[in-house]
């Protein structure tokens, strides 16, 4: 990654602040509207600090071990973690208690075994169902036709709380084309959200990354994952 100064996330917070208001803007929204994570895989604690005090309230986090080190470094009573990263059904427990939403969930077995951990920990989690837009096999997900019967079999756990979609669609950067996957993302948010299926609110949709997170906030996205633009490269 590089080796960014305080001053060069701030600067960074900045500017994404004000590219996330323009796209807003065109969007026909407000920049309230919009809630930009950064994602904080390899930054060092004390950078993920300056971003928190530039205004960013919610850090994503993608390694159950990395996150676990770090944790008690953050200024978490400034923001909320949300983990967004690939979760193995063995590490549910370590983090139950230690963040306020999994984006990542992908499959019946791990929403099994949250609901369980969350029921064994007394609280309900709140949890993104992870749709695999780009019908990609190197990436995990629900299929997009698979969707509205996955949210009706967790609909009846009763320590999960569904708020929303999540997707890592093929990269607009690689192709241009690959903008209609946002598109028909935010298309599956909408009709998931008109069926208005009990214990399911669909608050949010995941989705845009440093490269695209204007054009994924065009076409509907209320929530942005951002490292890179903030951070700088990783190593």
Known sequence: M???????VRENCREVFFRVGEAAARSGRSPQDIQIMAV????????????????ISLLGENRVQEFLGKESFYHL?????HFIGHLQTNKVKAIIEKVDM???????????????????AGRVMEVMVEVNIGREASKSGILPEETA?????????????????????PQISENPENLHFFENMAQLFIDMRDKKIDNVDMDFVSMGMSSDYAAAIEAGANLVRIGTALFGKRG
Request: proline letters at 6%; one cysteine or more; charged letters at 30%.
């Open 2 to 8: 590089a080796k960014y100064s305080s001053e060069d």
């Open 40 to 55: 904080t895989k390899t930054v060092p604690p004390d950078l993920v600090n300056v971003a928190i005090e530039e205004g």
């Open 77 to 81: 009573e400034k923001a909320k973690v």
């Open 102 to 120: 999994v984006q990542s969930l992908d499959s019946l077995r791990l929403a099994q075994q949250i609901d369980r951990a969350a029921a064994e």
């Open 149 to 169: 019967e996955f949210l009706e079999q967790i609909a009846g756990f009763p320590a999960l709380r569904v708020r929303g979609l999540m997707c890592i669609p």
